[in-house]
T-cell receptor, first 112, second 114 residues
Framework: NAGVTQTPKFQVLKTGQSMTLQCAQD?????MYWYRQDPGMGLRLIYY???????DKGEVPNGYNVSRLNKREFSLRLESAAPSQTSVYFC???????????FGPGTRLTVT | GEDVEQSLFLSVREGDSSVINCTYT??????LYWYKQEPGAGLQLLTY?????DMKQDQRLTVLLNKKDKHLSLRIADTQTGDSAIYFC??????????????FGAGTTVTVRA
């Protein structure tokens, strides 16, 4: 049982390049989330998916798109990366009796 | 995390108690959580409290909830070097029916000194 996995762990992009961050969970959870973490700002929700086939915007969706490919996988795409998107990105899924969110190890992205 | 506020840094001597404070805004939050993030890692749930409780104790951890003041605290007894981490307070906020998001504070970086 791997929990929530993310790839890649690290990535450096040039301004204007595109990339997709991958996330998968093996806990059969319906809800999945993408956050970004910036120093002094905590975690901010980018997009979420309450169930397979649905996605919704969070607090900071501009510059991102998502795909809920199936129940397991939820990907985040940067179409044209900008330096302001330099951050650590976390994927999470929600489940269990106390609605706990389980986090992946993160992707550290630098845009130059 | 603008709805949840917590101080950014705490330095504590090994063996002393640590107290991390948090204020939140949504009085309808069902659960309030404390997450721990060690360097280079994701967040892990440390403990939680249900909104109808005032206190919860779990080994070295004590969570106090003051609903009137919307104040949450985490006390770590006998703080050890392994407790050095960033601690996030989080509240539940309803998004749509049957789903909610977590609203996080900015995180308190706890440094344990010998």
């Amino acid at each position: 049982n791997a929990g929530v996995t993310q790839t890649p762990k690290f990535q450096v992009l040039k301004t204007g390049q595109s990339m997709t961050l991958q996330c998968a969970q093996d806990m059969n959870h319906n809800s999945m989330y993408w956050y970004r973490q910036d120093p002094g700002m905590g975690l901010r929700l980018i997009y979420y998916s309450a169930s397979e086939g649905t996605t919704d915007k969070g607090e900071v969706p501009n510059g991102y798109n998502v795909s809920r490919l199936n129940k397991r996988e939820f990907s985040l795409r940067l179409e044209s990366a900008a330096p302001s998107q330099t951050s650590v990105y976390f994927c999470a899924s929600k489940g269990g009796p106390i609605y706990e969110q389980y986090f992946g190890p993160g992707t550290r992205l630098t845009v130059t | 995390g603008e709805d949840v506020e917590q101080s950014l840094f705490l330095s504590v001597r090994e063996g002393d108690s640590s107290v991390i404070n948090c204020t939140y805004t949504d009085s309808s939050s069902t659960y309030l959580y404390w997450y721990k993030q060690e360097p280079g890692a994701g967040l892990q749930l440390l403990t939680y409290i249900f909104s109808n409780m005032d206190m919860k104790q779990d080994q070295r951890l004590t969570v106090l909830l003051n609903k009137k003041d919307k104040h949450l605290s985490l006390r770590i007894a006998d703080t050890q070097t392994g407790d050095s981490a960033i601690y996030f307070c989080a509240e539940t906020m309803t998004m749509v029916a049957n789903d909610y998001k977590l609203s996080f504070g900015a995180g308190t970086t706890v440094t344990v000194r010998a």
